[in-house]
């Protein structure tokens, strides 16, 4: 019996440096194994700080807008089929939080919310009309600190004392209130097990916003690049591995290994 027959995997992918190329935002370098998870019906859940509205295109241009995605690096759900995210959005709250904070930890944090559409666009490399859709944020802010780290310590102290957790992914730190991708992970896979079910958690991603998904997964893939291979550093967990190559090359190795 093969691997696919074997178990039933639930896929769950970052996209920026991990199945997307980290700057053309291309996926084409995985397009066979995009192709056997559709020839399988393998559910392919897409876990991103990317907003509802970018998601939403890409999941269905991809072929698996039956099933939901997580947005916004877990602040959100984008649920089958719907082109926005469930529930209401806490995105003033967020900037009014930050806005709050002392003026000498505020003035090194810039985010969207700072940012024109064509500020994005040069900060991402999006195009001009990706990053109208990037700046629609419902339940995060991303953004970049430019002070001393000790500062940035403080800053996130005072995120997190404001109920706020700030996660630092491949290009930016993101701050938003509540759960992590880990978090919508796991209400996923409990939506899809059964009793008599076998699930087996796939994760693949690049950067530290992504370790929580790849340690709670069955199997996690590390998009290798040139800043993580410390990410598990120094106990490398037994179901982790580091792909020979980066972004959707190694994404499309990696996942073919699975049906081998």
Request: aromatic share 8%.
């Amino acid at each position: 019996m093969s691997k696919s027959q074997a178990n039933k995997y639930i896929i769950f992918t970052d996209l920026d440096g991990t199945l997307l190329d980290h700057d053309t935002y291309s996926y084409d370098p995985a397009s066979d194994a995009l192709q056997m998870l559709r020839d399988t019906n393998t559910p392919l859940i897409l876990a991103s700080s990317k907003t509802a509205a970018e998601i939403a295109p890409l999941r269905q241009k991809l072929g698996f807008e039956r099933f939901p995605a997580i947005v916004e690096n877990g602040a959100g759900v984008l649920a089958t089929n719907m082109s926005a995210a469930d529930g209401d959005s806490d995105y003033e709250k967020i900037i009014e939080i930050i806005n709050q904070a002392p003026a000498e930890l505020r003035t090194h944090y810039t985010g969207f919310h700072d940012w024109t559409a064509d500020d994005v666009s040069r900060q991402t490399s999006l195009s001009l009309e990706g990053a109208i859709l990037a700046k629609q944020r419902e339940y995060s802010e991303p953004g970049q600190w430019s002070g001393p780290k000790e500062k940035c310590a403080e800053f996130i102290e005072y995120l997190t004392e404001n109920g706020l957790r700030a996660q630092q992914g491949g290009r930016f730190l993101t701050i938003a209130f509540g759960a992590g991708k880990v978090d919508r992970m796991n209400e996923i896979v409990e939506q899809f097990r059964t009793e008599n079910e076998a699930v087996t958690t796939v994760a693949l991603g690049d950067a530290p916003n992504d370790k929580q998904m790849l340690e709670n997964a069955d199997i996690g893939f590390v998009m290798s690049n040139n800043t993580n291979q410390y990410l598990f550093a120094p106990n490398k967990p037994d179901h982790i591995t580091y792909s020979e190559h980066s972004g959707p090359k190694g994404w499309n190795a990696c996942v073919l290994s699975l049906f081998v």
